[in-house]
């Protein structure tokens, strides 16, 4: 299992419980832009994403 940073999960939770990035922004005292910037797939050592678009392949 990767590692995921605890802001990076309550970013994501938000989003999913907030129903989008503008709502989670204003839910976590956050701008919208920093929230979707902590939702943008990260690259570990080995080159692999963390996250990938459902339905797609990683970005």
């Keep these: 299992m ?3 940073s605890l ?4 970013a994501f939770v ?3 419980e907030q129903g ?3 709502a989670a922004g204003r839910f976590l005292g ?3 832009s920093a929230v979707s910037e902590s939702m ?5 050592s080995s080159d692999t994403c963390s ?3 459902p ?3 990683p970005s």
């Design 7 to 10: 802001e990076r999960l309550r």
């Design 30 to 32: 956050k701008a919208q």
């Design 2 to 4: 990767r590692d995921v």
């Design 20 to 22: 989008g990035l503008s």
């Design 40 to 44: 943008l797939p990260r690259r570990d």
């Design 55 to 57: 339905g797609g392949a």
């Design 51 to 53: 996250f990938e678009k």
């Design 14 to 16: 938000a989003v999913a």
